[in-house]
């Protein structure tokens, strides 16, 4: 059974500060990694994808990866009331037998107060 | 920008009674998916379908459900007789490829009574 394990917070971090959130994956062969927002009521929307190891920079995101350690990260800058909402963490094991199915944590809630 | 549309947006229902739930992918993409998130837990993946047939499938997806790509365009989830515990928003999803992340819709949030 692949698991995605996230803390689910919920994370509270002043406005302007550094929001950092974690994610592990048990699955070694997983290849690819996505930082999925989802507002409540709304559909994950993709925000950020990282495939190999080290950070990758996206405006105020920035995606952290250890294939190693089996943990991927997100940081957001400069946290904004509009960043609170459900950060999921995503796994894809595409290039095995999958046909890029998404293994999600349960998501880790944050809350950007003013 | 391209997107993934669900209709209905909601949908209630009577256990025992069929329901479809329709999704038009994005119009170049490959790959289709469908999920789902009971409310307060982790979104699921119930199917993938790549040319034209199943790909891949979870243990939630019994012979209850089915899907169809009865056009080039439409894609649908069939549950064939619904039970209280399918009561979720449904999520479909498109690809390019497996190998990316996909674009969600807005979702079909089902209620079954």
């Known amino acids: 059974q692949k698991e995605v394990e996230q803390n689910s917070g919920p994370l509270s971090v002043p406005e302007g500060a550094i929001a950092s959130l974690n994610c592990t994956y048990s699955?070694?062969?997983?290849?690819?990694f996505f930082w999925y927002r989802q507002y409540s009521g709304k559909s994950p929307e993709l925000i950020m994808s990282?495939?190999?190891?080290g950070d990758k920079e996206d405006g105020r995101f920035t995606a952290q990866l250890n294939k190693a350690s089996q943990y991927v990260s997100l940081l957001i800058r400069d946290s904004q009331p509009s960043d609170s909402a459900t950060y999921l963490c995503?796994?894809?094991?595409?290039?095995?037998?999958?046909?890029?199915?998404?293994?999600f944590g349960q998501g880790t809630i944050l809350t950007v107060h003013p | 920008e391209p997107e993934v549309t669900q209709t209905p947006s909601h949908q209630v229902t009577q256990m025992g009674q069929e329901v479809i739930l329709r999704c038009v992918p994005i119009?170049?993409?490959?790959?289709f998916y469908w999920y789902r998130q009971i409310l307060g837990q982790k979104v699921e993946f119930l199917v993938s379908f790549y040319n034209n047939e199943i790909s891949e499938k979870s243990e939630i997806f019994d012979d209850q459900f089915s899907v169809e790509r009865p056009d080039g365009s439409n894609f649908t989830l069939k549950i064939r007789s619904t039970k209280l515990e399918d009561s979720a928003m449904y999520f479909c999803?498109?690809?390019?490829?497996?190998?990316?992340?996909?674009?969600f819709g807005s979702g079909t949030r089902l209620t079954v009574v």
């Open positions: 699955d070694r062969v997983s290849q690819s």
């Open positions: 990282i495939y190999s190891n």
């Open positions: 999803a498109s690809s390019r490829d497996n190998y990316y992340g996909y674009t």
């Open positions: 995503a796994v894809n094991d595409a290039g095995g037998t999958s046909y890029g199915k998404l293994t």
């Open positions: 119009s170049n993409h490959l790959y």
